[in-house]
């Protein structure tokens, strides 16, 4: 199987090459309207389908990586290193993305299949998908040539093969694991598809924007998988690493963030575009950057700039990164050069309080939360360059810096919506922010009440100050929306007649883009408002003998016993906690510690009871090694549950923006 | 309200106000717990695995130990963070602490970020001005009847508030 | 799996994709440029979107009537031109 994997990448590369030169090659007879031997038109269409048959190619290769690590063949080193004979068969599926060289078959795979679907759709406007085509090819010609000269998944074990694999990391051994990467890597490989359309259209001079209809579907889709993959790695990060948080600020967590900020800004700026042909270049620009931010966290991590968690093996890919990226930006910035002509605005901006301009501010907020991430993961590699020490520039630095950033685009969710399109003055729609700013002061009326307090001991604290004003714009915001429905239903019902619940239907249904879009709002305010509550975290780390008592919180824990268990894939050992609450007896948790055979890698295991209030999260940390007793760290979390509630509604609310709108026509005709 | 009767409340809001403020700073001195877990996450585990220190537990880490007890003895013999800080940066490098310190070329890298948004903010605000100067002048509408009966068929189309429709 | 069978299938799916990419297709898609007709009636189409949704947000209250007026005419005037050059465009 590694033969016929290694000859089905290396026909992929093949074909995906020919896909490009033959792509250009007719792109340009055409347009210079040169004379050839064969047809252009013939040959842009063989090259079309030379990239649907590297789609079938790169299955191909895929599908013997899975045969070969399900039927346990340990000749090929991948599989000796990323699987074990006794590994459940979910595990044996993430091996395929579990190391470098099946990450990258991944994202191979991913651009062939959204390229094949792209090539299956051509008819919508031929020309303008040749281009797209032919430069997604490109891409993937990068991809397969890393595959097969510096990074082969089907390399062969030298010497004897052993008799089984090393087995998974343990870290990777969670269910969130096995969905995480696939869906970031869906989410990173996406943004080729509108940077493609982007480029394409900038290269044709393609009259007007419909290409950012034709590829908004695609945007959304893969800004919705990105938000999913960032979220799920999260949880496994709180599930797992069991230090009782979920973001670190590690290299790579940051590297999937700053695409998914210059991807939100894009989503939102390409709207000026579309509506009002505005901002063209802005755009452009912004698109090149989200595509080239999804190559760097690859950069950064396996060419060894930056030490993280997640670099699991360095190696020269980084250098093959690097390189990709600045021809990338080399095409980029020619393109541009050559026909920026064409990005004209048409027109301008009626005022500073219009929705348009909202739209840059909420450009720049983003931008630059883009860019402190960016500078803060790059600054120790400055810092080195320059004083010659290595600094680490960790969780405080960004979250200094970055929460403040983060409650302005908050405040800027709540105010753009109240802002109309080509709004002329502020004192003409004064009245939109009375109900937000009334429940504003409430909140924060209510939250002083309520203990949360910034002079907290005498002295400020700033992680409460900062809570606070989540609250307190989260309230805000929440309002600005609803009163935004109920508006927009006021004006429904009066027209039909019908009750508020179904006019709001209605009104979903006439804009599904707007009113989804305000539902991914309040989705991530509800985000916001779970992230705040890590300012009021508790923990409490204790040795627990039998029968002894922990209290924390609400919450009093008491050790009942601890145990070890077996099964062919890992041992574990585990305490047995009764929780009470109000002296009776509420729950029992089993915080773990497993040991991984194949690895010999440990690997805790958190017990979670959540509530919508907090999160109670527990941690065996292993037996004291003079007692023999079992160490145990509680940390009580407030409003974790939050966060992935708020996700939840964001995915419920791209999911109802990626729904096409009832057309006016079929409106009147309904009314009628 | 009289102006006695305003005296005696703005006295008792006074007293009020000292009394919470004395409560606050009595309040004010942290235990030594608190101390720790504070410091301990504004230091690095230096044994590579890119953690805060007081984040740092998986099994086998060969330095978290250490690195938090010495932090312990530290905050026992009551050295302020600056003494702790250095004495750490002494022994490991500047790679321990978890964010560069605010001096030197490293306050670059917290004054880059407020620069930056700075910089953006006010070239924000000023092209929305520029642009919107642009506009002052009013638009001269075209009133020759073909216009004017495109426009009426527009308006029917798009639905103005008077046929009911969207 | 032995090399060998490894090799022939791979070569096969080699022929096979070969095959189909250069398999003589008589009716390719023809690259017909868009043409300025079907420019004019995408940004016909995008203006009625523009002026149904100032009407609605005029209608939520969203909007101070002479804001509305002024810019209802501004947009229907550059739809109005829109529309005459199609029709110019379409009588050709």
């Not at chain 1, 929440?478 to 209605?506: D, H, M, P, Y």
């Not at chain 2, 100067?133 to 020759?144: F, K, T, Y």
């Not at chain 3, 300025?36 to 016909?44: A, P, Q």
Request: hydrophobic content about 50%; glycine content about 8%.
């Amino acid at each position: 199987m590694a033969t016929f994997g290694s000859l089905a990448l290396l026909i992929a590369l093949a074909l995906a090459a020919y896909n490009l030169l033959a792509g250009a090659v007719a792109l340009r007879l055409l347009a210079t309207g040169q004379s050839s031997r064969i047809a252009p038109e013939r040959l842009a269409d063989t090259a079309r389908r030379a990239g649907i048959a590297g789609f079938v190619a790169v299955s191909a290769a895929a599908f013997a990586l899975i045969w070969s690590v399900f039927a346990n063949d340990f000749s090929i080193t991948y599989i000796l290193e990323h699987s074990n004979r006794d590994l459940p068969a979910a595990y044996k599926f993430a091996a395929l993305w579990s190391g470098q060289e099946g990450s990258l078959l991944l994202w191979a795979w991913l651009l062939g299949t959204f390229g094949f679907i792209l090539r299956l759709r051509h008819k919508t406007d031929v020309k303008l998908y040749a281009y797209a085509g032919t430069i997604i090819a490109a891409v993937q010609v990068f991809f397969l040539a890393i595959l097969v000269f510096a990074a082969p998944p089907f390399a062969l074990t030298q010497g004897a093969v052993p008799q089984d694999g090393f087995g998974l990391n343990p870290l990777l051994q969670y269910p969130e694991m096995v969905i995480h990467p696939p869906l970031l890597y869906l989410g990173y490989v996406g943004f080729s598809v509108p940077f493609a359309f982007a480029l394409g259209a900038l290269m044709m001079r393609y009259p007007g924007e419909r290409w950012i209809k034709i590829t908004r579907v695609w945007t959304m889709v893969t800004w919705l998988f990105l938000t999913l993959g960032i979220f799920l790695g999260m949880h496994w990060a709180y599930a797992v690493l069991g230090w009782g948080g979920y973001w670190g600020w590690d290299p790579v967590e940051n590297a999937s963030l700053m695409p998914w900020l210059t991807g939100t800004a894009f989503l939102h700026s390409v709207m000026m575009q579309e509506k009002r042909g505005m901002m063209k270049s802005w755009n452009i620009w912004l698109i090149f950057s989200t595509f080239l931010l999804t190559l760097l966290g690859t950069t950064l991590t396996r060419g060894g700039l930056v030490s993280s968690v997640h670099a699991f093996a360095e190696s020269s890919i980084g250098n093959w990164f690097l390189v990709f990226m600045l021809l990338v930006l080399a095409v980029c910035i020619f393109t541009y050069i050559l026909q920026h002509r064409h990005l004209e605005s048409e027109r301008q901006l009626e005022s500073l309080v219009s929705r348009e301009s909202s739209f840059l501010f909420n450009n720049l907020v983003l931008l630059t939360a883009c860019f402190v991430i960016l500078w803060g993961t790059l600054f120790p590699i400055l810092s080195e360059f320059v004083q010659g020490s290595k600094v680490t520039v960790g969780a405080p630095f960004f979250n200094r810096v970055a929460v403040p950033i983060g409650l302005f685009l908050i405040f800027l969710t709540g105010v753009g919506p109240l802002l109309p399109w080509r709004a002329s003055s502020f004192r003409s729609i004064r009245r939109n922010f009375v109900a937000p700013v009334v429940v504003l002061w409430l909140t924060v009326i209510g939250c002083l009440a309520a203990g949360i307090r910034p002079w907290n001991n005498g002295t400020f604290d700033r992680g409460d100050f900062y809570a606070l004003v989540a609250f307190v714009l989260a309230a805000a915001v929440v309002t600005a929306v609803v009163v935004e429905f109920l508006r927009g239903a006021k004006v429904i019902s009066r027209q039909t007649g019908g009750n508020l619940f179904v006019s709001i239907f209605a009104l979903i249904r006439r804009n599904t883009r707007r009113y989804g879009g305000y539902i991914v709002h309040v989705g991530v305010v509800i985000v916001v408002v779970g992230l705040a509550g890590a300012a009021f975290n508790r923990s409490q780390e204790q040795e627990l003998a039998l029968g002894s008592k922990m209290p924390i919180g609400p919450y009093t824990l008491v050790c009942t016993g601890f145990t070890q268990d077996a099964n062919p894939n890992y041992d574990s050992e585990y305490a047995m906690l009764d929780v009470y609450r109000d002296g009776k007896r509420a729950f029992q948790m089993n915080p773990e510690k497993r040991v991984y055979t194949a690895s010999q890698q440990p690997q805790t295991m958190v017990a979670i009871h959540s509530v919508p209030g907090w999160d109670l999260y527990v941690v065996y940390e292993g037996a004291n090694p003079d007692t023999g007793q079992p160490i145990i760290k509680a940390f009580l979390n407030p409003l974790v549950s939050w966060i992935w509630a708020g996700v939840a509604l964001m995915c419920l609310g791209t999911v109802i923006a990626l729904m096409p709108s009832q057309k006016p026509a079929a409106l009147k005709g309904g009314q009628a | 309200m009289n102006r006695s009767q305003a005296a005696v409340f703005w006295m008792r809001a006074c007293q009020a106000l000292a009394l919470a403020v004395a409560v606050c700073f009595s309040m004010g001195a942290t235990t030594a717990g608190a101390r720790f877990n504070d410091l301990s996450h504004r230091l690095m585990c230096t044994c590579g695995c890119a953690q805060l220190l007081g984040e740092c537990n998986h099994v086998g880490c060969t330095e978290s130990t250490r690195e938090r007890n010495e932090l312990s003895a530290a905050i026992a013999a009551g050295q302020t963070n600056q003494q702790i800080f250095a004495a750490f940066s002494a022994k490991y490098g500047a790679i321990v602490l978890a964010a560069p310190p605010a001096k030197g070329f490293d306050l670059i890298a917290w004054i880059a970020p407020f620069a930056v948004f700075a910089a953006a903010l006010l070239g924000v605000i000023l092209l929305v001005r520029r642009w919107s100067a642009g506009q002052s002048a009013p638009a001269v509408l075209h009133n020759d009847p073909a216009t004017l009966a495109l426009r009426e068929k527009i308006r029917r189309e798009t639905g103005s508030v008077n046929n009911g429709g969207f | 799996m032995t090399q060998s069978l490894g090799l022939i299938l791979g070569a096969f799916l080699g022929l096979v994709l070969f095959l189909y990419t250069f398999w003589p297709e008589k009716n390719s898609a023809s690259q017909r440029e868009k043409t300025r007709i079907d420019y004019l009636l995408e940004r016909k189409e995008q203006l009625y979107d523009n002026l149904r949704d100032l009407n609605f947000e005029y209608r939520a209250g969203k909007y101070p009537e002479e804001d509305y007026q002024a810019q209802r005419s501004l947009m229907e005037d550059e739809t109005a031109r829109i529309l005459a050059q199609i029709e110019t465009l379409q009588k050709a």
